[in-house]
């Protein structure tokens, strides 16, 4: 057993959807703006190509209205390790939205789409969180009774739900 | 055999057994553990804790991963969700949620 394996998070939805469109909505922002967190992505789909999400208008207001002060413009940081087009994207992030979370290291995320039979893909998320315990509890979902959503399984479930029916619950 | 996109039943069934419930609790303490790990746990032969493994397998409750020689098994919750969102936020009005009120909520305590 290793500290790795421990604080390692895995996660599988099957989408009826073809790994083209599975693919668009995890890294165009048009996509990712209508689920979960709705965080606008800009990845730069290389090597070393840099990952960053940006808060949509509705997201900051609701912000602002919140608690008053403002959001950095950038609120997930990282950096692309691999990117290949349906099939698999590896990238590393950080979340900046709460100082204990942006002192954290950078941790690992790993998005693999299978195409079975019938038109349906799997989609596998893992995300490696060593040294990140803040950002751990917020993706497992821990934190959402106070508001900070349910973490990576909530998300992968309206990703669903928006690639299957054309939309989510909230809208 | 590969999970079904919406298979509830499969979960269900996976569910309603104590032993496949208390090994989704073992993962939930600690996740990705390993055959052997998870056997010493329980009463009951290998053979025994490997076909409740590949129960929970097939219902998507578990995903395993290989690492070296080892296969570890990590609970994967996307099925519980869904079944979740699916079942129970239809007959309550959604609450929107956002980072800002963990912010707030954080700078409180």
Request: net charge negative.
């Amino acid at each position: 057993m290793t500290a790795k394996a421990e604080t390692t998070q895995v996660y599988r939805v099957y989408i009826k959807a073809s790994p083209e469109a599975i693919w668009d909505a995890i890294t165009k922002p048009e996509w990712t703006e209508r689920y979960g967190y709705t965080g606008l992505v800009d990845f730069d789909l290389r090597p070393g190509g840099a990952y960053k999400v940006r808060p949509t208008e509705a997201f900051k207001k609701e912000s602002e209205a919140n608690f008053g002060g403002e959001l950095p413009e950038v609120i997930i940081d990282g950096e692309v390790l691999e990117a290949d087009p349906p099939r698999k994207l590896v990238h590393t992030f950080r979340m900046l939205m709460d100082p204990g979370m942006a002192a954290e290291p950078h941790t690992r995320l790993t998005y693999e789409i299978k195409e079975l039979d019938d038109k349906v893909c799997s989609l596998t998320l893992t995300h490696e969180l060593e040294g990140a315990p803040n950002l751990a509890s917020l993706v497992r979902g821990d934190q959402e009774e106070y508001g900070a959503g349910g973490g990576h399984a909530w998300v992968l479930s309206e990703l669903k739900t928006l690639l299957e029916t054309g939309k989510v619950f909230a809208e | 055999m590969l999970p079904r996109v919406n298979d509830d039943d499969a979960v269900f069934k996976a569910l309603a057994d104590p032993t496949r419930r208390f090994l989704l609790d073992l993962l939930f303490e600690r996740d990705g553990r390993t055959l052997t790990e998870l056997e010493s746990e329980l009463e009951m032969t290998r053979f025994g804790v490997m076909k409740h493994l590949r129960v929970l397998e097939e219902s998507g409750l578990v995903v395993t991963q290989r690492s070296g020689r080892e296969k570890l098994h990590y609970l994967n919750p996307v099925p519980i969700r869904l079944i979740h969102d699916r079942w129970i936020d239809k007959f309550r009005e959604r609450h929107v949620s956002a980072l800002t009120e963990l912010k707030t909520k954080l700078e409180e305590s």
